[in-house]
């Protein structure tokens, strides 16, 4: 009887706190006086001291820099990868054949077929596909070389290149 009685006492004294706080006003006013802060202090530079900060005092560091090697002279120390590293041409590349994915083949008694998702598109190639002719699933001119079902290859020939893709 005294631990319910002592529960109802902590419950009523809980109600009226809570109904006390909900009841109050809020004030939501705050009123900052911001007159006695200090000032940031302004550092104005003379024309000529502003002048004399961004020339450098030596120049002596412009004479140890080496000049830039030539075009001609860094693409003949390279025998492989992309035969012009300043040119644009491999980006595009790598562009198209990234949009290009393999996800099957398919051998019947007369054709292999390829499945292949190409820019958003899906469907199958053979290797009598040629892009922008009788398929949209290449790129414009790519040709299908070699379909290899039991090794999961392909081959397309691109712009004179060879291209492998494997599933």
């Given at each position: 009887m005294k631990i319910k009685k002592s529960i109802r006492i902590k419950f009523f004294i809980l109600f009226l706190i809570s109904l006390i706080l909900g009841c109050s006003s809020k004030n939501n006013n705050i009123d900052f006086d911001l007159s006695n802060l200090p000032r940031p202090k302004n550092n104005n530079l003379d024309s000529k001291e502003k002048k004399e900060v961004?020339?450098?005092?030596?120049?002596?560091?412009?004479?140890?820099?080496?000049?830039?090697?030539?075009?001609?002279?860094?693409?003949?120390?390279?025998?492989?990868?992309?035969?012009?590293?300043?040119?644009e041409r491999g980006v595009i590349e790598d562009k198209i054949f990234s949009?290009?994915?393999?996800?099957?083949?398919?051998?019947?008694?007369?054709?292999?077929?390829?499945?292949?998702?190409?820019?958003?598109?899906?469907?199958?190639?053979?290797?009598?596909?040629?892009?922008?002719?009788?398929t949209n699933l290449l790129p414009n001119g790519a040709k299908v070389l070699n379909i290899d079902s039991s090794a999961k290859k392909l081959i397309i020939n691109f712009e004179n290149k060879d291209y492998l893709f494997e599933l």
């Open positions: 961004i020339k450098p005092q030596d120049k002596s560091f412009i004479s140890d820099l080496t000049p830039l090697k030539e075009k001609e002279e860094i693409l003949s120390k390279f025998e492989f990868g992309k035969e012009d590293p300043f040119s949009d290009l994915k393999l996800t099957g083949f398919l051998n019947s008694q007369s054709k292999q077929y390829v499945f292949v998702i190409y820019q958003n598109k899906h469907g199958t190639i053979t290797e009598n596909s040629i892009g922008g002719i009788n």
